[in-house]
């Protein structure tokens, strides 16, 4: 192996050596294995009175279960790591699903310390969690006791859990399956090649129309192909949760997702209170880039089209350099972090065969480091990419010391430090430019970012949120639930897509509507690039010297809500819509120097 391409290689050995057939890993997963038994036995043998020697005992054992699932989720990153490295790696795959399990038996055990708790009262909770060896953690554990307060007795919560297995989440397996065989043919230069879903999805970001527009209709008729089983699975998806609700006492569907997301009702209305506001300038950047492409009826498959041909092409050695320039320039720590990952080769970023598609960036919590994986060709948007993924090594690094349970964060906060670098890198690469023809396409980078979550995920939002509503009184139609998306675009989008332009099946065709684990994943990546983009202006306002409470702020999002971290961190209450206003308003800017530049050019 030459140089270059070791640099561009991760090591993994430092980890555990010697890949899937590592023997320091295998005695690592026995261990755990051993550690898991032990448990399911001290449990069965532990105290059920509420006396000091039991409470003792009880917040000993909470202590060891943290540790635990450290463990087993250190063990489950390291395993992702390799099966992307390399796709072929059975070992590795296997290795995987093993460490997944393990995670379920060690949430099965979880179930029988919520079983305690639900039976002690406020008095006897407060003295356990003030325990010393969970006063650190005493958000997570709060937080436990109010979610398992707010369902259904243990023993029929495991029984739903167990159900949904073959149930609700086969559904979403089986919809994965649908997916995943969904081929078409697609032709271009008079050649024919059959894709998948994926690779047609590349093509929405072409430059040529006729290819976008062909792309469309393929994806239309394929997912058209198979509507009354995807009407069928979202029904049944959507029923499941709906009755399980009803039996939690659990009125509105929206609180999951906010349960999950550590977020008011509130701020969400707030927050789209001011997405809403940006109709007008979306509508000004859309005709702007009209004009720039040449066309008069703006389709939802235009959505990515890029306004022209810029070669931004950049070795990795640039890149990192540069990203490292513009990191440090704003906090010394964070660029001295940039320069570790890179030199202690935490990165893979090699352009070769036989890697997973994507980027990722792992946690490996016992080592105190992490992993970046990404394939690295040249283009300008990996560039961002290891910004972004430098933002999420960067926020691992800060928590690095906090007890295990306190690293934990939701994912309204996940984006928040990979969102900030890319703002960050973006603006720098703008100020580095003196084309405007090069400023103008780097500025539609940014505003179709923007674009994308004040309109496509709004729409997907609105349809949702509409969609549960009608289902509570019965099945809908694959006719309705066109219906419903096109209605839902028409509110997001105002009148940008033009008549004949708008995506009804996208119902069926979006995955995230049939995601088991995260009902309603579409809010969380509008409140982390808003958040983000707000925490990015007062950056901006205060110069470096915001450093400081930027790392502060990061430490603190696994140990409080959403509101709490604004509040304490930001001075700023996000259930009123100042704060998102702002932000939105920091958009609106980009959205009027784009409109100026593109009569310039
Ligand atoms: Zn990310």
Not at 20 to 42: G, H, P, Q, V
Not at 560 to 586: I, P, Y
Request: net charge negative.
């Amino acid at each position: 192996m030459n140089t270059k391409a070791n640099k561009m290689s991760w090591d993994l050995d430092t980890i555990f050596p010697g890949g899937s057939e590592s023997a320091e890993f295998e005695s690592f997963r026995m261990t755990i294995d051993a550690d898991l038994e032990a448990a399911e036995e001290s449990l069965a043998g532990l105290p059920r009175k509420t006396d000091d020697t039991a409470f003792d005992k009880w917040a000993e054992f909470c202590a060891t279960m943290q540790n635990l699932g450290e463990r087993i989720i250190h063990g489950e990153e390291f395993s992702y790591c390799l099966t992307a490295q390399d796709i072929d790696d059975e070992k590795a795959a296997a290795l995987l699903d093993e460490m997944i399990s393990r995670a379920g038996s060690w949430q099965s055990i979880m179930t029988g310390v919520d079983e305690f708790i639900l039976g002690l009262d406020d008095d006897s909770w407060a003295i356990l969690v003030g325990h010393e060896k969970l006063s650190g953690t005493m958000f997570y554990w709060n937080e436990r006791r109010f979610n398992a307060r707010h369902r259904m007795e243990a023993k029929l919560e495991k029984l739903a859990a167990g159900l949904s297995g073959d149930g609700y989440h086969a559904w979403a397996r089986l919809y994965e399956h649908i997916a995943g065989g969904l081929k078409v043919e697609f032709i271009s230069d008079g050649k024919s090649e059959t894709l998948s879903m994926g690779q047609l999805h590349n093509k929405f970001s072409s430059a040529d129309r006729d290819i976008r527009e062909q792309a469309f209709e393929k994806l239309e008729s394929a997912w058209g192909s198979v509507e009354s089983q995807a009407a069928m699975i979202l029904n049944s998806q959507a029923g499941f949760r709906l009755k399980l609700y009803k039996a939690r006492g659990w009125e509105s569907p929206l609180l999951e997702p906010l349960m999950i997301g550590r977020l008011k009702q509130e701020t969400l209305d707030a927050m789209w209170s001011a997405v809403a506001r940006a109709g007008k300038s979306m509508a000004d950047y859309i005709s702007a880039k009209k004009k720039l492409l040449g066309i008069e009826n703006f389709r939802w498959y235009d959505q990515r089209a890029p306004i022209s041909k810029i070669d931004k092409s950049v070795s990795y050695e640039e890149a990192c350099d540069f990203v490292i320039k513009y990191l440090t320039e704003f906090s010394p720590d964070m660029g001295k972090l940039a320069r570790t990952a890179i030199d202690d080769r935490w990165i893979e970023a090699e352009d070769r065969s036989g890697k997973a598609a994507g980027g990722f960036q792992a946690e490996l919590f016992v080592s105190k480091q992490s992993r970046i994986f990404m394939t690295f060709s040249g283009d300008y948007d990996q560039m961002m990419t290891l910004a972004h993924e430098l933002g999420h090594a960067y926020h691992s690094y800060v928590m690095r010391d906090l007890d295990y349970f306190s690293q934990l964060y939701s994912m309204n906060l996940a984006e928040t430090a990979s969102t900030f670098n890319e703002l960050l890198v973006t603006d720098a690469a703008m100020a580095d430019t003196d084309d405007p023809s090069e400023k103008l396409w780097l500025l539609d980078r940014k505003i179709e970012e923007a674009f994308g979550h004040f309109c496509d995920l709004r729409s997907r939002f609105l349809f949702d949120k509409a969609f549960y509503e009608e289902r509570k009184k019965g099945i809908l139609s694959r006719k309705r639930l066109c219906e419903l998306m096109v209605e839902s675009q028409k509110i997001a989008f105002g009148d940008i897509l033009s008549e004949d332009g708008y995506h009804p099946l996208f119902w069926a065709a979006k995955s995230h509507f049939f995601d088991t684990e995260s009902p309603f994943y579409n809010f969380p990546y509008v409140f982390g690039y808003l958040f983000s983009g707000g925490i990015y202006e007062q950056a901006r306002r205060e110069g470096s010297s915001f450093a400081d409470k930027y790392k502060a702020l990061l430490l603190d999002t696994g140990s409080m809500t959403c509101e709490e971290v604004a509040k304490k961190h930001l001075g700023v209450d996000l259930t009123t819509e100042q704060f998102w206003n702002q932000s939105v308003d920091r958009v609106i800017a980009d959205i009027d120097q784009f409109v100026k530049l593109s009569q310039q050019v």
